[in-house]
């Protein structure tokens, strides 16, 4: 079993990664409009963004772990995905890469809202969610191209709730 | 960088009316994103839901993820 340090502050990260987050121009993502839930958690479908960097094995484009400001693309995973369909390129080492190796729904908690919707608790899983590699430092890219394409994804499939997962 | 790409689609999700909420792993970030809501977790980095393999402690956290909203 892996031990997992329980602490949830900066001060666990290296001398080196620490520095740096704490000297990065961060971006303030609060939203300039948004709409409180009219409708019960119940009656929602709801998806996942998880920023793993899973894709689908031997069906999508690894994402480019070489890029040095990020791969800024996504891909899309379907609900009926299994875990060993799954493979991991996240470029950041900045954590411990063996849990969502091992274990890839802990950082994409599909089943997770299957059991959930079964149980009545969600209205229903989408059936598309998405992969991004989270270590971008150039967000220009993910900001023009990917996330107006993410949320076009969302509003066609009529998503009410979205969860993000990063790692 | 992770919570900054995830905080990121949740703006523009936002914006257009869906409904977020994402996990915490290190508040000091997250507070400095400013995201609608989040829910903070006492794990490390790279383990966002808690212990691997453990499907009804994984399903907690994103139970309470999904209570943030309402």
């Known amino acids: 079993m892996i031990k997992i340090n329980k602490s949830k502050k900066i001060s666990h990260l290296s001398f080196k990664i620490k520095k740096f987050l704490q000297f990065y121009p961060w971006k303030d993502c609060a939203p300039n409009q948004f709409k409180s839930l009219d409708k019960k958690i119940s009656d929602c479908n709801v998806a996942i963004v998880s920023s793993a960097g899973f894709v689908i094995k031997n069906k999508q484009k690894p994402f480019d772990i070489n890029d040095k400001f990020g791969d800024s693309s996504y891909r899309v995973i379907p609900s009926n995905i299994n875990s060993n369909e799954l493979e ?79 790692v | 960088m992770c919570h900054q790409t ?37 794990y490390s980095l790279g383990f966002p839901l808690g212990e691997i393999n453990q499907f009804e402690n994984q399903k907690k956290i994103v139970k309470q993820l999904l209570k943030t909203i309402q």
């Open chain 1, 88 to 166: 991991e390129y996240q470029k950041s080492n900045s954590f411990d890469h063996s849990g969502i190796k091992t274990d890839p729904f802990s950082a994409l908690p599909i089943p997770h809202l299957v059991d959930l919707y079964n149980k009545g608790f969600i209205g229903s899983v989408n059936p598309r969610h998405i992969s991004l590699m989270g270590a971008n430092i150039n967000t220009s890219k993910l900001i023009k191209k990917s996330i107006p394409d993410i949320v076009q994804i969302f509003k066609e499939d009529k998503v009410d709730i979205v969860l993000f997962i990063p």
């Open chain 2, 6 to 42: 995830v905080s990121l689609v949740q703006k523009f999700c936002e914006e257009n009316y869906i409904s977020c909420s994402m996990i915490s792993i290190i508040d000091e970030i997250t507070n400095k994103l400013n995201p609608k809501r989040f829910l903070s977790v006492p």
